[in-house]
């Protein structure tokens, strides 16, 4: 069974940095893509950032610049390194999959293209 958990989200003050980690148990081993998304009660949600086991990546233009993603296919983790944090990065963040490797257009941050999630971790920028 495939599972998705988050893990490394917390407060943080502008301009700081923290580091998301995503641990994918189950039979990841075949081409997928995976990304993170992000939450803000009350409005919809976004996509962040995407990668897949070919290396291919691709960001939201809210982040590009200040946020990395990252995968390690051996172990099964994808990563976001997030800097220069700003308040409105404040959100519930998620790690999705998908079987296949990402869409090479901007569709690929389309949550609805993702069917396995984990519950989330949340990252709060403030002062």
């Known amino acids: 069974q495939k599972r998705l958990v988050e893990s490394g989200g917390g407060s943080v003050q502008p301009g700081g940095s923290l580091r998301l980690t995503c641990t994918a148990t189950g039979n990841f081993y075949s081409d997928h893509c995976m990304g993170w998304f992000r939450r803000v009660p009350g409005k919809e949600r976004e996509g962040v950032a995407i990668?897949?086991?070919?290396?291919?990546?691709r960001y939201s233009a809210s982040i590009e610049g200040r946020f990395t993603i990252s995968k390690d296919n051996a172990d099964n983790r994808l990563y976001l390194q997030m800097n220069s944090l700003k308040p409105e990065d404040t959100a519930m963040y998620y790690c999705?999959?998908?079987?296949?490797?990402?869409?090479?257009?901007?569709?690929?941050?389309?949550?609805?293209?993702?069917?396995?999630w984990g519950q989330g971790t949340q990252v709060t920028v403030s002062s």
């Open positions: 999705a999959a998908h079987v296949g490797l990402c869409v090479r257009s901007k569709e690929a941050l389309d949550a609805d293209l993702f069917g396995y």
């Open positions: 990668v897949d086991t070919s290396g291919h990546t």
